[in-house]
């Protein structure tokens, strides 16, 4: 599998396999396929694991699957859904989480630990949840005071070997991150062909995805690519619930042209949708939501097939998905 550099982590696989899909919570899995999908991923070249206690029993089954003892040149990620805790909490609580985490994975350190609420500027109004955004959203004054110093204190105990943001808040914020020093080691930055946060946008102003990553880039910052198939509106079909006015669900209905292209080509809309995004040329590594080998198995030959011809890129931008 092709590699990259991903900030300080270093070389690190083109995928990364991310922790929903086998947590449980982007459709059905077993335990037992969960695990033989995280032998797999290693088994096909992939080192990054990219874990979070928000994605259930994720870090459980990391634990359970290699016992504290992860093969050579595999590294871990984890994340802290902080919200913008009263001044002065925010360390301890990021410490716990980390703990929590690294004891559920039985390991004694995590090589990037990310903040994984969304971030606004103070006094910012979200268009949808603002009366409860201090529980998803962190206010930019706890970051710059708090949350910054927080994760350096770490880095320098030897807990964690790098931060990072999951870049799905606000955009003005996140570019706010992005030119702040210390900046972020790492960034995780929406990578789909409709340039879409889905479900996860909140706001009102446009998501700017590949804005993030190119400023990312410019400043050093590592960058993982992450919703490739948004949330499984660029696969041929939605493997789970969603209420009729979801916005998922939209972008799935919006993205018909897209499988009709797709179908032209003789190619399946998923794979298509993970080589476009590793096509992207900020990513350094794309974040797989598989939940079975049979996904996973897709992906990797998506990612051995190689980069989509610049014919085909324009041919799927011209579809006009994503925002102008």
């Not at 991903?6 to 899909?21: Q, T």
């Not at 789970?240 to 797709?262: G, H, I, M, V």
């Not at 794309?286 to 996973?296: F, H, M, Q, S, T």
């Amino acid at each position: 599998m092709r590699t990259a550099i991903l900030g300080p982590l270093g070389e690190v696989s083109r995928l990364a396999l991310g922790g929903g899909g086998i947590g449980q919570i982007w459709g059905e899995t077993s335990r037992e396929e969960a695990q033989a999908t995280l032998h797999a991923a290693l088994d096909a070249g992939i080192t990054l694991l990219d874990a979070a206690p928000i994605y259930r029993n994720c870090e459980a089954f990391i634990g359970e699957t290699f016992d504290g003892r992860l093969p050579d040149g595999v590294k871990i990620t984890t994340k802290c859904y902080l919200g913008t805790p009263p001044p002065g909490e925010t360390a301890a609580r990021l410490t716990q989480s980390l703990e929590a985490s690294l004891a559920a994975m039985r390991l004694s350190r995590a090589d990037l630990f990310f903040l994984h609420s969304n971030l606004h500027l103070d006094g910012f109004a979200y268009a949808h949840g603002d009366d409860s955004k201090d529980r998803f959203s962190t206010s930019w004054s706890i970051y710059e005071t708090e949350v910054v110093p927080a994760f350096e204190a770490l880095k320098a105990q030897g807990r964690i070997g790098a931060w990072g943001i999951t870049g799905i808040g606000v955009p003005t914020a996140v570019l706010r991150a992005l030119d702040h020093t210390p900046a972020p080691d790492v960034v995780q930055a929406i990578a789909n062909l409709m340039d879409s946060p889905g479900a996860l946008k909140r706001y009102a102003e446009p998501a700017r995805p590949r804005q993030i990553a190119a400023t990312a880039k410019a400043r050093g910052v590592g960058v993982m690519g992450i919703r490739a198939v948004q949330a499984g509106a660029l696969t041929s079909a939605i493997d789970r619930e969603l209420s009729a006015n979801s916005l998922d669900r939209a972008d799935y209905d919006r993205a018909q042209s897209f499988r009709a292209l797709c179908a032209r080509w003789g190619e399946d809309p998923a794979g298509v949708a993970h080589r476009y995004a590793l096509s992207l040329p900020d990513i350094d590594t794309v974040v797989l939501g598989v939940k079975n080998r049979a996904e996973l198995d897709q992906c990797v030959a998506a990612e051995a097939a190689g980069p989509l011809e610049p014919a085909q890129m324009a041919e799927i931008d011209a579809l006009g998905l994503a925002p102008a």
